[in-house]
């Protein structure tokens, strides 16, 4: 089991609803972002490979499950999740092509954003 997939299933231990789950594994995967953007060492580290690792792990899992046929979310909404999944992917490939972190932050704050929502504070 992967690294992502084991702190959703802790994860999921603690919360009550599906959503909760979401809200706060998306935050784990900001949190270890943020770590690396502000301790930035100049140059991609073993911090950065395994945030980005957990971060994709993450959002692959969302991809498989918009992708389910008995995902009960209307197709608009799916098709939304997908098309910000790949750009996660994109993005995640640039950055250990070409670290930098201002590219970070569009990671950090989808995962925040999407969390926010999830949450109700949005």
Known sequence: MSNAA???AR???ISSSPRD???QTLLMAAR???E????????ADRRMHEALLF??????????????NDNPQPLEVRQNILNIAVFVLHRTIELQSNPSPEKLQSL?????NIAAGLSGRA
């Open 108 to 112: 950090i704050d989808i995962n925040s």
């Open 36 to 43: 690396v953007q502000q301790d930035w060492k100049g140059a």
């Open 11 to 13: 994860t999921a231990q």
């Open 6 to 8: 084991k702190a959703y």
């Open 55 to 68: 971060n994709r792990r993450l959002w692959t899992i969302f991809m498989s499950a918009v992708e389910s």
């Open 21 to 23: 789950i979401e809200a």
């Open 32 to 34: 270890k972002l943020v």
